[in-house]
């Protein structure tokens, strides 16, 4: 703004009219330009490409990627910003399965204009994608591609960067309901999984895209897991097939935000003779279905014009209590900040967009964290963006540690017995506004 008051002033020179007035009314037009501008809820999207070439090996968790020999779609990092007054908040998606805050932070500093507490990057999950944990092996040996991930970091600023060129005035549709159909169930329980899919929908509010969706997010839980990291194939699995339904039915942006899909929500793709499909073919069934859904859900939404943006985040701190953790901690190459042997610092946001609100969870939360939570979060509208900020592994509550058989795994990849716990008071506090207590400072 400083440069457009000197372009201002130094115009004055060439009036003859009666320079106070000139000021006076130049001020005035400024003044009730910018208070619009500032007030008027914007909108704007981007996205990058984040496919490696050449291809590198794929990682669905702990231990040594996979080797690949092909693609299936791409994988994107996809960036959408907010802005309302002198709020501004940017949700990134990462095709990944697992985006951490060491990564996230070098992003963060490459991005201009939003404060670093307002950035929220969460992974999908998919288990096709690089590592991006650089997960050591039994030796110790880590295997990923370090310069492949710092590309990443600067692809993910890119985006953001881009996004907040792009803002331009929007209203808002929102609304949560089932998606319906064959999607998603519980591995562990099939019954046990939230179908409530929530979608924020940002649409042009002037301008030759007038009416035109501008980024539809869609919001649920599920492991991205069709493909797998064993099938020798690169790929987003079901969100690259949901990105391209909803871009190509509505227009826009399509960014999906998983949800609490830990122990063991997963991808829906049983067939009638007890096996799995297991190809890209499925993704597409269930990405395309997962996207209609959405889009139905959001169809008849209300239109929100020009709602606000409230954003609060909380450090808080983990014990790593798992000895799996600990070991990735002491040997992974990526240092985390704020962490040593016995702890972890990671940061969580609550985040209010019109009539939804969002709570973020730094891992794989279980379907009955996430039920709790959201009946907490007293609005109807309840998101939660799973993985994001961080993804320290499966978060159960002290009750579900270490309890039934089926559990075993669970257990040994979240990071203690009381993770679940401490999320959930954390999370309580900054859903009741108890923002007053001092937070871990990273
Ligand atoms: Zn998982």
Redesign the pocket.
């Known amino acids: 703004m400083k440069g457009k008051n000197n372009l201002y002033f130094s115009a004055l020179n060439h009036f003859t009219m009666n320079k106070y007035k000139i000021i006076a009314v130049l001020t005035l037009s400024m003044l009730f330009a910018n208070g619009i501008q500032a007030q008027v809820f914007r909108a704007g999207a981007a996205v990058r490409k984040i496919t490696p070439d050449p291809l590198l090996p794929v990682s669905g968790g702990i231990g040594k990627p996979d080797p690949v020999t092909e693609k299936k779609g791409d994988l994107f990092t996809r960036a959408m910003v907010v802005e309302k007054g002198d709020t501004r908040v940017a949700i990134v998606s990462v095709d990944n399965l697992g985006w951490t805050s060491v990564l996230g932070d070098r992003s963060r500093s490459l991005i201009k204009g939003i404060p670093h507490e307002n950035i929220l990057i969460g992974a999908t ?1 998919t288990h096709s994608a690089p590592d991006a944990y650089a997960f050591p092996d039994e030796q110790g040996k880590a295997y990923a591609d370090l310069s492949y991930l710092d590309w990443c970091t600067k692809q993910i600023a890119d985006a953001v960067n881009e996004a907040v060129k792009n803002l331009q005035p929007a209203v808002l549709k929102i609304a949560v309901g089932e998606a319906r159909g064959k999607i998603a169930y519980n591995y562990y329980a099939s019954d046990l999984y939230d179908p409530r899919c929530g979608v924020i929908q940002a649409v042009a509010a002037n301008g030759i895209n007038k009416d035109k969706p501008i980024i539809t997010l869609v919001n649920y839980a599920i ?1 991205p897991e069709v493909i797998g990291p064993e099938r020798g194939i690169l790929s987003p699995d079901l969100c690259g097939p949901l990105y391209d339904r909803i871009e190509s039915r509505v227009g826009g942006i399509a960014i999906f935000m998983n949800s609490a ?2 122990g063991m929500v997963t991808a829906d793709n049983r067939c009638e003779n007890g096996q799995e499909a297991t190809n890209w073919e499925e993704c597409i069934r269930i990405g395309e279905l997962l996207a209609d859904e959405a889009l139905r859900i959001v169809a008849n939404a209300e239109v929100q014009t020009d709602p606000d943006i409230f954003c609060v985040s909380r450090n808080i701190k983990f014990p790593i209590e798992s000895p799996v953790m600990k070991y990735i901690f002491q040997n992974t190459p990526l240092k985390f900040p704020g962490s040593n042997t016995d702890s972890v610092s990671t940061r969580i946001n609550l985040l209010d967009i019109g009539t939804a609100r969002i709570l973020t969870i730094p891992g ?1 939360a279980l379907p009955n964290i996430g039920y709790y939570l959201k009946r907490k979060m007293n609005k109807p509208q309840s998101f939660l963006f799973g993985l994001t900020n961080d993804a320290f592994g499966y978060i159960l509550t002290k009750v579900d540690f270490d309890s039934f058989k089926r559990y075993d795994y669970i257990t040994r990849t979240s990071l203690g017995e009381m993770t679940g716990e401490i999320f959930i008071n954390e999370a309580l506090k900054l859903i009741n506004g108890n923002l007053s207590q001092p937070s871990e400072k990273q």
């Open positions: 999950h492991h899909q830990g794989e």
